[in-house]
């Protein structure tokens, strides 16, 4: 079955940067786009960004430009997304999410556990 | 790009049903059939319960629907159910180059 698993909690200076890894099973990770979706606490959904695994183009939200970097490995079938400059706003979790139908954008599938980012000094 | 907009709260008695609107504009909703809600519990990861404005997925109860009308989307939830108490997000396809996808701000459905 599908199943996208992520890294663990972590905790993080404002300033630093975080690396969250998604490992997708069950499908070949080439044949779907993954996407992030960050939720903070007690709040909506937020769009992040959109890799292709298969060939590591990417597409991120105007607002994250300069501070997000997704990538992949995939022989390790994982996709990864590092976020620099860590701030308190920052501060939720992060979902990586299998995106379906016109270059991946019609909808969400199948969604990672989530990974609960705290930025705190 | 401005969030969809989602009433904050809806609420229900078992077995009535309810719908949850999400406005949009011409550039999301009304641009494209690209519209899917998702249900999220508590602690929980969202899971697709409508995609493509009207379709299911396998193993998502026929209780729940969705449709379009212009730039609002609606989720239809009949024959309200306890385990239906969730939030619900809308989400929908932009075309723009700032933020290829929106969502609304999400509604928490409360069964009576």
């Known amino acids: 079955q599908v199943q996208l698993v992520q890294s663990g909690a972590e905790v993080k200076k404002p300033g630093t940067s975080v690396k969250v890894s998604c490992k997708a099973s069950?499908?070949?990770?080439?044949?779907?786009?993954i996407h992030w979706v960050r939720q903070a606490p007690g709040q909506g959904l937020e769009w992040m960004g959109i890799?292709?695994?298969?060939?590591?183009?990417?597409n991120y939200a105007q607002t994250l430009q300069g501070r997000l970097t997704m990538t992949r490995d995939t022989s390790t079938s994982t996709v990864y997304m590092e976020l620099s400059s860590l701030r308190s706003e920052d501060m939720a979790v992060y979902y990586c999410?299998?995106?379906?139908?016109?270059?991946?954008?019609?909808?969400?599938?199948?969604w990672g556990q989530g990974t609960l980012l705290t930025v705190s000094s | 790009q401005s969030a969809l907009t989602q009433p904050a709260s809806v609420s229900g008695s078992p077995g009535q049903s309810i719908t949850i609107s999400c406005s949009g504009t011409?550039?999301?909703?009304?641009?494209?059939?690209?519209v899917s809600w998702y249900q999220q519990h508590p602690g929980k990861a969202p899971k697709l319960m409508i995609y493509?404005?009207?379709n299911r997925p396998s193993g998502i109860s026929n209780r729940f629907s969705g449709s379009k009308s212009g730039n609002t989307a609606s989720l239809t939830i009949s024959g309200l159910q306890a385990e239906d108490e969730a939030d619900y997000y809308c989400?929908?396809?932009?075309?723009?180059?700032?933020?290829?996808?929106?969502f609304g701000g999400g509604t928490k459905l409360t069964v009576l």
């Open positions: 999410a299998r995106g379906r139908g016109r270059d991946g954008y019609n909808y969400f599938d199948y």
């Open positions: 069950g499908y070949t990770l080439t044949f779907h786009y």
């Open positions: 890799i292709n695994p298969s060939s590591g183009s990417t």
């Open positions: 011409s550039s999301d909703i009304g641009g494209y059939n690209y």
């Open positions: 493509e404005v009207s």
């Open positions: 989400s929908s396809y932009t075309g723009s180059s700032t933020l290829d996808v929106v």
